[in-house]
């Protein structure tokens, strides 16, 4: 059943810290998308250049508020760190790539820096790249053993024997 598949996880317990960490992140990005919402949210989408930035921004924040919140719990985790990794990627691709190659890529425009090339691009993308491997890493291995997938898959194998 597709459930138990994305419940059922062999991870190490210690898996709970790369959940913590992500969780905790997104949860707090998602949050000040509505909080600081010309900062973070819709304004920064417009300033991107992100199409209907009035709609992507509260979109945005609430996938984040909510897959962290999964993430943390380890509750449909690779789900959560599938559409977290969707995210991830539309931010390097929105934000990094445009510093990377010192110009405006696609759509999306080029933030004011005093130095653009690869090393400007990977300071400014370290925490993107770590959300990125850390979300991929969930969606492998899943929620570890101190997670509510976990707990329901184990309650479901005692309650089918």
């Not at 709609?55 to 993430?71: A, D, H, N, Q, S």
């Not at 080029?110 to 300071?123: N, P, R, T």
Request: with cysteine.
């Amino acid at each position: 059943m597709w459930l138990d598949t994305v419940q059922k996880t062999e991870a190490p317990a210690a898996t709970v810290l790369i959940r913590i960490l992500v969780g905790a992140v997104f949860l707090s990005e998602g949050i000040q998308k509505f909080l600081f919402a010309e900062a973070l949210g819709s304004g920064r989408f417009t300033r991107i250049g992100i199409p209907a930035p009035e709609i992507m921004g509260p979109f945005v924040g609430f996938i984040e508020i909510v897959c962290g919140t999964l993430v943390l719990l380890g509750l449909f985790t690779r789900p959560a760190a599938l559409l977290l990794l969707i995210n991830i990627s539309v931010a390097i691709v929105s934000t990094k790539i445009p510093i990377l190659l010192g110009h405006e890529f696609w759509i999306f425009s080029l933030k004011q820096l005093s130095h653009y090339g690869f090393w400007s691009m990977a300071h400014e993308a370290r925490t993107d790249f770590c959300m990125w491997l850390c979300s991929l890493y969930l969606i492998i291995v899943g929620a570890g053993a101190w997670s509510l997938d976990a707990l329901f898959t184990l309650n479901r194998f005692i309650t089918e024997e």
